[in-house]
């Protein structure tokens, strides 16, 4: 056995290791012939013959040893033609036939691996020869599992690997069908099902992503004069209702420039007046031109004088503006001061990859689940979209607007969370895959126009 095993090893391909295999067989056990063969499309085939080569194709000789090798597979036992006494009775009529072509003894061997019969050997004894025994059919029983395997591994590796994945599946799918293959027929149907829902099945398809609340409306309060900030009545979260004094700014500044302009109205219509007692028209007229400017400054510093206390404009939450430690310091005109948002009027921005945007439209459901309230999602409805893209986080994404029909009272503008709009309907399979298969189409696109 160890020169039989040590003939096959020191080559590297089926062939000659066959070969040199079945010539080392036949000088050792003094056979005529011994050829092997493997399984090939159900059939055995020959591939190799002791102290020889094959031919460019099947001979009839070689058919006639291959049926013979098929009859020793297909009963899984070896067959001796003529049989000996002692031996289980066995269908011998293609070693029969064997015999009777070429004369002597004919015995075929199956190659056994893993419980799978993927060929035999053939030997083939001159006729006179000496008498076969069963202990030395046991001999070459054993010769034949140890060395079997191994031109069957060098076989198996030098197959196109088109054959190797047809044989695993005819072995698969004979596993399956057998008794013992009842758990993995339950497992592959339950998987059959799985696949067929995610190809063929619709469900809701969603787009989304991160989205924050903000107020319906949001009411900027800037300074209305340049001056200094007297004091703030509010900070950010508070409650307020239309009319109410959020901040109001020092009144000094104007007053000193009211008693400005309210002198010298006094000294324009003093003027004015003594001009009429001279009769000098011409200061008459300059004298009231002076006081009509001066009347105009006192009426635009009153007015300054009354828009100096920050009132809300209606019934909301400041949203935005903690004057609280600004306090004294110096404002111009213009300069943002407050934002207020209504109390119960709420929307929300979903900023949608641009990807997804084609999908989107106005009137399309949704829901809206919050940081701060992870367990309940709120209904939303798309009602307006952002022609424009901005870039947020090195993505380009549209801004949606949705409207929420029902409002909790834990709702505040400011919170974040994650939005997500049915925009139809599509088998679970695409909607994993579409964007992968997209990036591809799009890769081998831009590869091509190259």
């Not at 060395?147 to 599946?169: Q, T, Y």
């Not at 380009?396 to 974040?416: D, H, I, K, M, T």
Request: net charge neutral; hydrophobic share 50%; aromatic share 6%.
């Amino acid at each position: 056995m160890l020169a039989l095993q040590a003939a096959v090893v020191s080559h590297g391909r089926l062939g000659p290791a066959a070969t040199a295999f079945a010539s080392e067989l036949a000088t050792r056990l003094g056979c005529a012939r011994v050829a092997v063969g493997f399984v090939e499309d159900r059939f055995s085939r020959v591939v190799a013959v002791s102290h020889g080569t094959l031919g460019d194709g099947p001979t009839e000789s070689l058919r006639a040893i291959a049926t013979a090798m098929d009859e020793a597979i297909e009963q899984a036992a070896t067959v001796l033609s003529p049989a000996l006494p002692e031996l289980p009775p066995r269908i011998v009529l293609a070693h029969e036939e064997l015999v009777r072509r070429d004369g002597g003894t004919v015995c075929s061997i199956p190659i056994a691996v893993g419980g799978e019969l993927v060929g035999a050997v053939s030997l083939h004894f001159r006729q006179g020869g000496v008498p076969i025994e069963a202990p030395q059919l046991a001999d070459w029983e054993h010769a034949v599992a140890l060395v079997g395997p191994v031109l069957h591994f060098m076989r198996h590796g030098e197959r196109p690997w088109r054959k190797r994945l047809r044989d695993r599946l005819r072995r698969g799918w004979a596993w399956l069908r057998s008794p013992s293959g009842s758990r993995a027929r339950i497992a592959v149907a339950a998987l059959l099902v799985a696949l067929a829902v995610l190809l063929a099945l619709p469900f809701d398809y969603r787009v989304g992503g991160n989205a924050r609340v903000e107020g319906a409306i949001q009411r900027v309060l800037v300074a209305p004069v340049d001056g200094f900030l007297k004091r703030s009545e509010v900070r950010p979260g508070d409650r307020v209702r239309a009319g109410q004094v959020l901040a109001e700014l020092a009144e000094q500044d104007l007053q000193l420039e009211r008693n400005k302009w309210s002198s010298e109205l006094a000294q324009h219509e003093n003027a004015y007046a003594a001009a009429m007692a001279r009769a000098d028209r011409a200061q008459l007229v300059i004298s009231q031109a002076k006081a009509a400017e001066a009347r105009a400054q006192l009426d635009l510093v009153d007015e300054q004088l009354g828009r100096i206390r920050i009132e809300a404009p209606f019934d909301g939450v400041v949203i935005r503006g903690d004057l609280s430690q600004s306090l004294g310091a110096p404002v111009q005109r213009g300069d943002v001061l407050l934002t207020v948002a209504p109390r119960e009027r709420f929307r929300v921005i979903v900023e949608v990859d641009e990807r997804d945007i084609a999908g989107v439209k106005v009137g399309q459901g949704g829901t809206l689940a919050l940081s701060a309230l992870p367990w309940d999602t709120l209904p939303l409805v798309v009602t307006r979209i952002t022609p424009m893209a901005a870039a947020v986080e090195g993505r380009n994404v549209f801004e949606v607007e949705a409207s929420l029909p029902s409002q909790p009272e834990s709702l505040r503008p400011g919170l974040r969370g994650v939005a997500k709009i049915v925009v139809g309907q599509a088998p679970l399979a695409w909607a994993w895959t579409h964007r992968l298969i997209d990036w591809a189409r799009l890769g081998v696109w831009s590869w091509l126009g190259h």
